[in-house]
């Protein structure tokens, strides 16, 4: 193992693109003037620094340091020694749901493993693995990279496995003739260890695999398990060869892959611009299909990689229109790259006023794996920045403030973090974008990737809204809003970790895939915007409204819709949509009147949605606007289809 302040880059950084000296690689301390004048988002000259009352910015040279929770490999490391240290990573976070541990794991470009000893390594909480090409078949894993079940007082399951990662890889499926000693007990009164034969990632919401090959099938559930629920996920711009195994996955979206098929539909499986994917089919468990034949509007994650030279740089991928299959798979790709150099690279402990000064002075901005806690918001007020969160790093405002703030409408990236409430009430913890149309922002959108929300589960957290989504002609792609159901002592109850909404968006022209909000105490989406798309939506009910009297839209309606158009909205299009129902934690019976609610005009389409009661009481009273029947006790587990409305 070594971590990447080890690990050699070749050349010395390149000042970013436009400015004049040398690179900041740090900046401490910086004056009061300067730092309000960046904080406003003012044109400063570096030579400002060193004015009267100024405190000196020392400057940091050389190559840039990852931190120790980035961990580097090179296929040159002796196997043993790769397995040792992935083997130890994974005893520490596989268990570690609500820690504070972050771990970003790359591989440099090479090959692992092999037929004969394939590298097969499980993947814990928070952890991000990927590979270090340009491509994903620049790195080679012979082997697996798996996820089991959680097992704990005797029962296994897959439900909670969020918060973990896959990506730029190749993993040619070879399985050890004796499983690995940590593969849960498969059940089987003969052998304890699962006759896995595939990739087995059995996750639920939060661990999205991206720009990856897998030779061989993708199985995801831990079907080896006596029981082996999972509840949602995400692929995309990857390629199966085998074919991809829902098994007992409640919900998936995969978008922009080629696959050699799939097997099983649970309750909501949805295909986007991917090759090989079933014909859409909406007729109950079983068989709940819902194809696009393209993606309408797209950009895939920035990511990492290492040159000929060994020069580290960050690839942007372009946007594309009406896509289909990876955005590699004709061996070239769109986007352009930056060098490391272009980054401020921030730690827990860097002070946010720096960051905000990095950002105000035009670089981009990596955050280090860990926790920051935030006395006031990052800014990002320049327009194409790249924010990029390695090992989830995660932002937890400590006053009430936002974690983060966009000002630009045009072109930002925002990718691989977790927002956390913090202990005061945040009216918004990410807002991307201000109200109003900019027109370069329908070529050059803004992109909020693999963001994930939660209220308590941590720690004790609030805010009214989680994501506030102003930004014309902006793509969300995989975002998990999450008020916990489940955590930390002290950090989960109906007057703790409150939240009115998941995600708000009243931008027009925005394009969501992979959306899932649960658990919000009033509209969990409201959807304001014209000219809407949301591919794919995974809901469950807040678990513990403490009457029906104070969980209600208003003094008439029960409840409150999962999903909300807003009644001024003429245009929006919805595929593949669930909401569940499971008011567990209460002592009343509680009932929502619809799943989704949207003004009845033709503009306004939702096609394949549907509600469902897993458990609890009460349930729902329709689907859509008082369409689609009931979905209570009588019909457990049954999903209630609404194929096209209106």
């Not at 070594?2 to 000296?21: L, N, Y």
């Not at 030279?309 to 790259?337: K, L």
């Not at 105490?521 to 959807?527: A, D, G, L, R």
Request: glycine content about 12%.
């Amino acid at each position: 193992m070594r971590s990447s302040d080890q690990a050699g880059f070749g050349t010395q950084a390149q000042s970013p693109p436009g400015k004049s000296g040398t690179f900041l690689r740090r900046l401490r301390r910086p004056s009061a003037v300067l730092l309000a004048a960046a904080l406003a988002g003012g044109s400063i000259v570096l030579a400002q620094a060193t004015g009267a009352g100024a405190d000196p910015l020392p400057v940091t040279l050389g190559q840039p340091s990852f931190g120790p929770n980035v961990v580097v490999f090179t296929p040159q490391m002796p196997q043993a020694t790769i397995q040792a240290e992935l083997d130890a990573i994974s005893t520490q976070q596989v268990p570690n749901q609500f820690g504070p541990q972050r771990y970003a794991i790359f591989f440099e470009p090479g090959t692992y493993g092999s037929v004969a000893h394939p590298l097969v390594f499980q993947v814990g909480f928070y952890t991000e693995v990927a590979g270090l090409g340009a491509m994903p078949q620049d790195t080679v894993i012979n082997g697996a990279v798996d996820v089991f079940n959680q097992c704990s007082g005797g029962s296994c399951s897959g439900l909670d496995n969020f918060w973990r990662s896959m990506s730029n890889l190749t993993v040619n499926v070879h399985m050890p003739s004796t499983p690995p000693a940590y593969a849960p007990y498969s059940g089987d009164p003969y052998t304890p260890y699962c006759d896995n034969t595939g990739e087995m990632w059995a996750v639920s919401q939060a661990a999205p695999i991206r720009r990856t090959i897998i030779n061989g099938s993708l199985i995801l559930a831990d079907y080896c398990a006596p029981t082996f629920y999972t509840s949602g996920g995400f692929m995309a711009d990857s390629q199966v060869t085998g074919s991809v195994d829902f098994i007992s996955q409640q919900q998936f979206l995969v978008r922009n892959a080629n696959i050699g098929g799939s097997s099983n539909s649970v309750w909501n499986q949805v295909f986007s611009g991917v090759n090989g994917a079933p014909p859409t089919v909406f007729t109950g468990t079983g068989k709940q299909y819902t194809t696009l034949a393209t993606s309408p509007v797209t950009s895939e994650q920035p990511f990492l990689y290492t040159d000929s030279s060994g020069n580290y740089n960050v690839f942007i991928p372009g946007v594309q229109h009406n896509s289909i299959g990876p955005a590699w798979a004709s061996g070239t790709e769109t986007g352009s790259s930056l060098p490391v150099g272009d980054f401020f690279l921030a730690n827990p402990s860097t002070p946010v006023q720096e960051i905000n000064l990095a950002l105000a002075l035009g670089t981009n901005l990596i955050l280090e794996p860990g926790v920051y806690n935030l006395d006031s918001p990052i800014r990002v007020v320049h327009p194409d920045t790249v924010v990029l969160g390695l090992g989830f790093a995660t932002l937890v405002p400590q006053q009430g403030n936002a974690a983060m703030i966009v000002d630009s409408n045009e072109g930002v990236r925002v990718t691989g973090l977790i927002v956390d409430g913090g202990p005061v009430n945040s009216p918004v913890l990410l807002s991307v974008g201000n109200p109003g149309h900019n027109a370069r922002s329908a070529t050059d959108p803004d992109v909020i990737q693999s963001v994930y929300f939660r209220l308590g589960g941590a720690e004790l957290g609030k805010a009214t809204v989680s994501l506030l989504d102003n930004a014309s002609n902006s793509i969300i792609d995989d975002v998990w809003a999450w008020r916990a159901d489940h955590g930390n002592p002290g950090t989960v109850g109906w007057t703790l970790n409150t939240g009115d909404t998941g995600v708000a968006v009243t931008g027009d022209n925005v394009t969501a895939y992979g959306l899932a909000v649960e658990h919000y105490q009033k509209y969990e989406v409201v959807w304001a915007g014209q000219g809407g798309t949301d591919v794919f939506f995974q809901n469950e009910n807040p678990y513990d409204p403490p009457s029906q009297a104070a969980w209600m839209a208003t003094p008439t309606q029960d409840g409150y819709p999962a999903f909300f158009v807003a009644p001024n909205v003429k245009t929006f299009q919805g595929y593949g949509m669930g909401s569940y129902s499971v008011f567990i934690d209460t002592p009343a019976t509680i009932y929502s009147a619809e799943a989704f609610q949207a003004p009845v005009t033709p503009g306004v389409q939702f096609h394949d949605i549907f509600d469902l009661y897993i458990s609890g009481t009460g349930g729902f009273q329709s689907v859509i606007n008082g369409t689609g029947g009931p979905a209570n006790s009588s019909n457990a587990t049954s999903p209630v289809d609404v194929v096209s409305y209106p």
